[in-house]
């Protein structure tokens, strides 16, 4: 097991590799009448999960009640954050800062308000995808490895040869090997 500075070291490098190679995710919306092309990159997972803590499931929503929070409030939020840049001549306000009277806020509430249902439901799975499935499929391949590498592990040692007859493993083998070959000999009786 590795040491929480060794741990470190490596999501460190792993961020500064993630930043230099992945790309970000292009997502085309209409607006004004033309066709706007941003690219988005995943927040940080805190952000991620402050954000979707701020955007209660709507009951009556299955795909709210299935994700636990309301997915297109959460990219509403998220979006201005998750920019890595646009294309063309665009340019969107700064990020809203959640205050009264703030200009961003009502340039962004105005953008999200204007967009047509597919391509707010662009974004959403956008930002999902970056957010939300592309860290579990990281955890449940890093937890499939690591079984894989455990069972091998077990499995390498059940079939030693090196296992002392005078072990508890060894004499559980040797009465496995046994007690299979009187059961195979005993019908032929």
């Known amino acids: 097991m590795s040491t929480f500075a060794e ?34 990159k995943p927040v940080a997972g805190t952000y991620w999960a402050s954000v979707t803590a701020r955007c209660p499931a709507r009951a009556e929503s299955p795909i709210d009640v299935r994700y636990g929070y309301n997915p297109d409030a959460a990219a509403r939020i998220a979006l201005p954050s998750s920019l890595a840049r646009l294309e063309g001549d665009f340019e969107l306000p700064g990020i809203p800062k959640k205050k009264e009277g703030d200009e961003n806020q009502a340039a962004w509430d105005f953008f999200f308000d204007s967009l047509s249902a597919p391509d707010l439901k662009q974004i959403t799975a956008a930002l999902w995808v970056l957010n939300q499935y592309n860290p579990e499929q990281l955890t449940e391949s890093l937890k499939k490895a690591s079984t894989a590498d455990s069972t091998v592990k077990r499995d390498s040692l059940e079939s030693s040869e090196s296992v002392s007859s005078d072990s508890t493993a060894g004499n559980r083998a040797a009465r496995r090997r046994t007690s299979t070959t009187k059961k195979a000999a005993s019908p032929a009786q």
Do not use: N, Y
């Open 7 to 40: 741990l470190r070291a490596k999501q460190e490098q792993i961020e500064a590799e993630r930043s230099e190679t992945e790309k970000p995710m292009e997502v085309q919306v209409t607006f004004g009448g033309e066709l706007i092309t941003f690219h988005v």
